[in-house]
Antibody, heavy 121, light 107 residues
Framework: QVQLVESGGGVVQPGRSLRLSCAASGFTFKNYGMQWVRQAPGKGLEWVAVISYDGTAKIYADSVKGRFTISRDSSKNTLYLQMNSLRPEDTAVYYC??????????????WGQGALVTVSS | DIQMTQSPSSVSASVGDRVTITCRASQGISSRLAWYQQKLGKAPKLLIYAASSLQTGVPSRFSGSGSGTDFTLTISSLQPEDFATYYCQQSNGFPWTFGQGTKVEVK
C-alpha cells in the first residue's frame, strides 16, 4: 500500500535551516509528481511547492521562493524540502503528497501524516 | 494569484441533512478544482478531482459540480464521519491556492 512518511521536523531558531524528508513506498516513485503543503496552527491549508516526476520542473509559492528548495532522489524514493532563512511565520505542519495519476494530474491522492516545524527563539 | 473563496465558513447540520458548500474562484479555472476533507489532526483526503469526478473509495453521497468560477460540493445525506473541514483547491494557475475551508459541525 502507498505510504508517505515525513521526518525532520522540530524546533529551530529564526534564520536557521531545516530539511524535511518524505519517504515513499508502495508505488513507483520516479513516475509521480509530488508536492508540499503546510498548515499553520489553527489555520487552513497553504500550498508550498511542487516537483515534477523527473525533478526538472519545480514551482514555489511566493512566500517561500528563494528560501525553500524542493528536490527528490528516486534512488532513495525520497522527497525533500530544504528550508533556509526560516521565519516564525513558517511554523506549521508540513505535508507531502503524491499526485493521483502519474505525470498528469494536479490533484493528490495520498498524503503523509505531517511533520511539525516550529520556528522560535 | 487566483483567490478561492468558500462559503459558508462553517455550517451546523444534523445526520441525514443535505449540505452544500460553495467555492468561487477570482478568475476562470475551467474544471481544475479538487475538494479535500480534513479531520482534526489528520492529513487531507481527496474527495473530488476535476470538479466533479469522485475519487476511488469515496462514498457516492459526495458529489461535485461547476466549472469556470463557481463550484459546489454536496453531501447528500450527512453521516457522523462527515463532520470535518472541507477545502477546495485550484490547479489552473500557479501558485495553486486553497479556499479558507468550511467546517461542518454538529447542530
Amino acid at each position: 500500500q502507498v505510504q508517505l512518511v515525513e521526518s525532520g521536523g522540530g524546533v529551530v531558531q529564526p534564520g536557521r535551516s531545516l530539511r524535511l524528508s518524505c519517504a515513499a513506498s508502495g508505488f513507483t516513485f520516479k513516475n509521480y509528481g509530488m508536492q508540499w503543503v503546510r498548515q499553520a496552527p489553527g489555520k487552513g491549508l497553504e500550498w508550498v511547492a511542487v516537483i515534477s516526476y523527473d525533478g526538472t520542473a519545480k514551482i514555489y509559492a511566493d512566500s517561500v521562493k528563494g528560501r525553500f528548495t524542493i528536490s527528490r532522489d528516486s534512488s532513495k524514493n525520497t522527497l525533500y524540502l530544504q528550508m533556509n532563512s526560516l521565519r516564525p511565520e513558517d511554523t506549521a505542519v508540513y505535508y507531502c503528497a503524491k499526485e493521483r495519476v502519474a505525470r498528469t494530474s494536479p490533484d493528490f491522492d495520498y498524503w503523509g501524516q505531517g511533520a511539525l516545524v516550529t520556528v522560535s527563539s | 494569484d487566483i483567490q478561492m473563496t468558500q462559503s459558508p465558513s462553517s455550517v451546523s447540520a444534523s445526520v441525514g441533512d443535505r449540505v452544500t458548500i460553495t467555492c468561487r474562484a477570482s478568475q476562470g479555472i475551467s474544471s481544475r478544482l479538487a475538494w479535500y476533507q480534513q479531520k482534526l489532526g489528520k492529513a487531507p483526503k481527496l474527495l473530488i478531482y476535476a470538479a466533479s469526478s469522485l475519487q476511488t473509495g469515496v462514498p457516492s453521497r459526495f458529489s461535485g459540480s461547476g466549472s469556470g468560477t463557481d463550484f459546489t460540493l454536496t453531501i447528500s445525506s450527512l453521516q457522523p464521519e462527515d463532520f470535518a473541514t472541507y477545502y477546495c483547491q485550484q490547479s489552473n494557475g500557479f501558485p495553486w491556492t486553497f479556499g479558507q475551508g468550511t467546517k461542518v459541525e454538529v447542530k
